[in-house]
């Protein structure tokens, strides 16, 4: 688990027009903190470390340490709403998590050993990701930065699933917990296809052969 410390102050200030003027001061970032067993309270997050934060891909998925003017919050982020052409972020929303409770996040999924992937190198395969994050539940003190899945052996033809991952302990995958219907493929190595391109290129080399005898 990560640790990231954002720095934030309590917003008096609400309503669109305040955060549209709190943007444009252009040095905190308009957020709410809810969940637990306190009231939702709106925030405004400091933006230099809050735009470093963002651009760690463990950022999404760790549990953040939210110091409200003194006051330390134990969250997640929720959601971020971005500016729709402007490199931007207009709002945050961050829960709070409790120590004692599992929490449902989805995380990373990093494929390695793809350099050395029988199934690509001595097969002649490609790999089709089909799933960039995996949804999982633990205790916040649990929560993977990212889950990790070796390729290397994996040979052509082959399907991998949710249920071939190996979960750190303490961590459950939310979709096998309702049951085998739902472990989901997540990769799989198949035959590279043959682009239309290279079939022409090769009838027009055949062609070539041809005329010239």
Known sequence: MSDFILNA????????????????????????????EKAPQSI?????AFYKAIEDESFFSSVIKLVIEGSEEQVVVRDLQRHPFKPLLTHADFLRVDATHEITMNVPLHVVGE???VGIKDQGGELHVLANEVAISCLPKDLP????????????????????LTLPAGVTSVDLSHGEDHDNAILSITKMKVRASDSDDAEEGGSEEGSAE
């Open 44 to 48: 405004s997050v400091e933006k230099t």
């Open 9 to 36: 102050t309590v917003r008096h200030d609400l309503g669109k027009g305040a955060s549209r003027r709190l943007r444009r001061a252009n040095q905190q970032v308009p957020a709410v903190v809810y969940g637990g």
């Open 145 to 164: 930065d990212y889950l990790e899945i070796d390729i290397s052996a994996v040979e052509l033809g082959t399907t991998l699933h949710l249920s071939d």
């Open 115 to 117: 350099e050395s992937c």
